[in-house]
């Protein structure tokens, strides 16, 4: 069977995963199976500020320096993720970033993006995640850039980026906007905003932590526009936390479910291709180390049906790396790209 790098390789694409560090360390199927089949990695944890700052001015890069190695070693690229975000976050860092603590983020991207600036692996960024609104209550500018934090600010962090490292790719990097709806509208603005500013930014990012239903049904051709949008703004499109996760009412059986998610990757996918996106992460590699699985971010319904959580099932392969439906869907995607 073919790897996906290959076969995202045959289209002068890429095909990824979220790398879990600690696993990577101790399970060496699972560090065979990256090395397998992924072009291009992003750390889970290992990037961000509490991981590399967690003292001011404190900096630590072992973590994130093995993946780094592991990315060398295998050709892969490794995307930088995530200079500023308000979730993994010591408590001494203040958010939004403002004017007058401009200097705290501006230390953290100096020494963050400094350490990786010669990297030949390391050839990306999200500059920030996870900013823009969910909802219109929950912004006070006109791009839907969150309450508090200002456009100006938002502006002057990618104007650092770039000049602390010129050679990067820098990410607007987002969750919830793969609908074309109201938050996707902002993200938008936010990006032209940014590059009616003077702003360097080269990548829109879709996380894409899609739920899927039989209940209802992915908007299409709102996605298909905003594609379209950035492709006429001249920012690429790139997939950076792809997974599927089953939403009620449940289907019978685990063949069903596993079904369920193949289709939504490639309706997604074919998507994605169609409207110019040449990079696909997805958010992990294996249902054995899956972020919806932890006890923190499990969605509630699943909490609540404990006899279903055998169905959070999000990636390509299953917990004992056997290729799943998934991954056939993903292959039919790159193939017809
Ligand atoms: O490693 C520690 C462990 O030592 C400790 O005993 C344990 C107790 O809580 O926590 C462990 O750390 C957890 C870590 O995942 C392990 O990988 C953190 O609590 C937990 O918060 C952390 O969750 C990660 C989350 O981001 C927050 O950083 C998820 O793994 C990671 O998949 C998730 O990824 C995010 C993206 O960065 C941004 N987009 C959404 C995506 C999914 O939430």
């Not at 509208?185 to 930014?201: A, P, R, S």
Request: proline share 7%; aromatic share 12%; net charge neutral.
């Amino acid at each position: 069977t073919t790897p996906l790098r290959q076969l995202a390789a045959a289209k002068g694409m890429r095909y990824g995963a979220a790398i879990a560090g600690d696993a990577l360390q101790k399970e060496a199927d699972y560090a065979n199976l990256l090395a397998r089949e992924c072009s291009i990695a992003t750390p889970n944890g290992e990037l961000k500020w509490s991981a590399t700052e967690p003292q001011p001015g404190v900096f630590t890069f072992t973590a994130a320096d093995a993946i780094a190695k592991f990315c060398q070693n295998n050709n892969m690229a490794m995307h930088g993720h995530t200079l500023v975000w308000h979730t993994a976050r010591p408590d001494w860092v203040p958010y939004p970033p403002t004017p007058s603590s401009f200097s705290i983020f501006e230390r953290h991207v100096r020494g963050v993006m400094g350490h990786y600036r010669n990297s030949t692996v390391l050839k990306s960024w999200d500059v920030a995640n996870e900013v823009i609104a969910n909802s219109p209550e929950e912004t006070d500018n006109p791009y839907g850039i969150q309450r508090g934090f200002k456009p100006e600010v938002l502006r002057d962090l990618f104007l650092l980026a770039a000049s602390v490292d010129p050679n990067k790719k820098l990410c607007l990097n987002e969750f919830g906007i793969e609908n074309g709806g109201w938050k996707a509208q902002q993200f938008l603005k936010t990006i032209e905003y940014l590059k009616n500013n003077g702003v360097k930014i080269d990548w829109a990012g879709f996380q894409s932590h899609l739920w899927f239903s039989t209940a209802y049904p992915f908007d299409a051709t709102g996605f298909s526009n905003v594609l379209q949008r950035l492709k006429d703004m001249g920012v690429k499109p790139v997939i950076t936390e792809l997974d599927i996760i089953i939403d009620t009412p449940f289907p019978a059986t685990l063949a069903q479910l596993d079904q369920m998610v193949a289709d939504g990757y490639k309706r997604f996918l074919d998507l994605c291709f169609a409207g110019g996106v040449d990079t696909i992460i997805t958010w992990g590699i294996t249902d054995r180390h899956t972020w919806i699985r932890q006890p923190e971010w499990m969605p509630q319904i699943y909490k609540n049906n404990p006899q279903y959580q055998n169905y959070l099932r999000p990636l390509p392969f299953d917990q004992n790396l056997q290729r799943k439906q998934a991954f056939y869907a993903i292959s039919q995607a790159f193939k017809e790209a």
